[in-house]
């Protein structure tokens, strides 16, 4: 099979059989090999009952419904373990991202040698309010500084196409949809591309990430991503070595809090509390945060040796 289209939707009701037609155009036109994976997330309109019409019709679509709102990460998870395509598309289900794009994608993954290619929507600020442009581009500024990969415009493009090997060896989950290239490069795929698409406002229906606090959720996931790209195989060197740190220099301010005491008495002059010295309280708060930063490190460890839950999704249904 060519190419996989994976779109994860909620509540797309109207826009669904539209942009099943024009991918099926753009398919045929070019002659793919292909498979439409819709993975409804939840939705509580009737696009699930869109997705059973479109496929009784039409074999090369599938669909999985969740039976519940996961979030876009789960669903773009659900629909990579299942894609059989040598290429893998994804894009969004509102019809802002064009099926046009596909071919051409495809070409520079084939041909080009590309392992990801990332839409780069460049004419967006003409439909978008202010609080998404400038938060925006604050959001892929700092994702090009902490991921490394300069030539990115715009990391949170919908659409986007994948070497198949990709989307089997990365583990999207929470939020992390975001930085997918990321978590790509992390995983040994470096050859990281971008092409300008055509973007147009949405036509149906109303955006599901709105907000602001979807950029500090962004930033916190960022910095997940980078701890675990830089010592998510080994925490212990982080807090253990922190964790050591504090703990000898409580250690060493306890040795100098009891050797005063300790002088006092030999020298027959009267000894002062020892809640009177800084060192007693630095004796203590330096010994109970390394031993804190010393367990939280092992913690870290197993848990990382052994999250196989991570990634289960109830699904209600799969046609
Ligand atoms: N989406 C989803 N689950 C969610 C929220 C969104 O599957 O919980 C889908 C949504 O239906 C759309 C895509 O993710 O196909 C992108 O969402 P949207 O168009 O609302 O985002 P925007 O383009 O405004 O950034
Ligand atoms: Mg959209």
């Known amino acids: 099979m060519d190419i996989s289209v ?16 024009w991918i099926k155009r753009v398919m045929d036109a070019n002659g793919f090999s292909y498979e439409v994976i819709f993975v409804n997330d939840g939705s509580t309109d009737r696009s699930w009952q869109v997705i059973e019409e479109l496929q009784a019709t039409y074999p090369e679509v599938k669909g999985i419904k969740f039976r519940r709102n996961y979030g876009k990460s789960p669903a773009l998870f659900c629909g990579f373990e299942r894609a059989q395509g040598d290429v893998v598309i994804t894009m969004d289900a509102d019809l802002q991202d064009s099926p046009d794009e596909i071919p051409e994608l495809r070409r520079m993954i084939v041909e080009n040698g590309y392992d990801l290619v990332s839409g780069f929507k460049m004419n967006r600020r003409k439909g978008d309010p202010l609080s998404k442009t400038i938060p925006t581009k604050l959001f892929n500024a700092t994702a090009r500084l902490v991921s490394g990969i300069h030539n990115l415009h715009d990391f949170n493009c919908g659409l986007k196409a994948y070497r198949r090997d990709v989307v089997k060896n990365i583990e999207v989950y929470g939020e992390m949809h975001r930085y997918i290239p990321y978590l790509a490069k992390n995983a040994g795929f470096t050859k990281i591309g971008e092409k300008p698409v055509h973007h147009q406002a949405r036509k149906f ?12 959720n962004g930033y916190l996931d960022l910095l997940s991503l980078w701890f675990l790209d830089s010592f998510g195989l080994k925490p212990m060197h982080v807090f253990g070595f922190i964790g050591t740190l504090m703990f000898l220099i409580g250690l060493v301010a306890a040795v100098v809090v009891g050797a005063n005491k300790i002088y006092c008495l030999a020298a027959g002059v009267p000894a002062r509390l020892v809640t009177d010295s800084p060192y007693f309280y630095i004796a203590l708060t330096m010994m109970i945060l390394g031993t804190q930063l010393f367990v ?5 460890e197993l848990i990382s040796r052994n999250s196989t839950e991570r990634n289960k999704y109830q699904i209600e249904k799969e046609i």
Do not use: D, T
């Open 205 to 216: 229906g109303k955006s599901k990430f709105m907000g602001w606090n979807r950029f500090v």
């Open 6 to 21: 994976i779109v994860p939707l909620f509540n797309e009701e109207e826009s669904l059989p539209e942009l099943h037609a």
């Open 296 to 300: 939280a490190g092992f913690l870290g």
